[in-house]
């Protein structure tokens, strides 16, 4: 089980309060695992250091702008692929399926594709098999990492670091980066795109809750990260 596949999660999360009150314990949980090298690991802990210190509504208003309202950054993956057609339907059900198998139970509301929640269920798993399996959507992260580049992003560093663990080849990346990028802040673009739309993306509102968070975010408190190997 590897605590930097959570990490990673929560930094690609919704940031709510307790995140940010929590980014210097994700930091070292990064850092005590060592599965991420330098530069991309120093890059990391600048993001998180950013987050602790930063306006909580500013990186919240960045959240939304990039993730939220700009389809082709959306952390869901399959959208990157399958739309909204009947084959992302079914490669919901067997990701679904798949977290179920090794114990993973998610909630009615929550869509088993979006980014963060399958690097939490990554972190349960062998090391191994989570490398594996996280070189599957490789290409999907690598053309979401230079769409971020190409906004200057410090979250595209985050996107970096995940590929840095993944076993993979990024032969499909240009597949995706020749897609338009969208605009967000041309709104009738935004309404006609999404109008039709049956499912919501992008995490759950602060005020809604989120136990899993919670959860995560104990997982990662300093009593449980002092006395960690470093792995190479």
Known sequence: MAKTFKALSLLLSYPTAEVQAAAGDIAEAIDSEGLIQEPLSRGVQDFARELASGDLYDFQERYVLLFDRTRSLSLHLFEHVHGEGRDRGQALVDLKALYEQNGLVIGTSELPDFLPLFLEFLSILPE?????????????????????????????????????????????????????????????????????????????????????????????????????????
Not at 131 to 160: F, T
Not at 173 to 187: M, Q, Y
Not at 194 to 222: H, N, S, Y
């Open 128 to 232: 191994a098999e989570a490398r594996d399996l996280l070189g599957q959507p490789a290409h999907i992260l690598n053309a979401l990492k230079d769409r971020l580049r190409q906004r200057d992003s410090s979250y595209a560093v985050l996107l970096e670091a995940l590929l840095s663990l993944a076993n993979t080849d990024n032969a499909q990346a240009g597949d995706l980066i020749e897609v338009g990028d969208d605009n967000p802040h041309d709104l009738a673009a935004l309404d006609r795109q999404w109008q039709e739309e049956a499912v919501t993306f992008g995490p759950p509102i602060e005020d809604a809750g989120c136990p899993r968070m919670a959860d995560i975010v104990k997982t990662l408190k300093p009593s449980e990260i002092v006395g960690q190997g470093r792995e190479g």
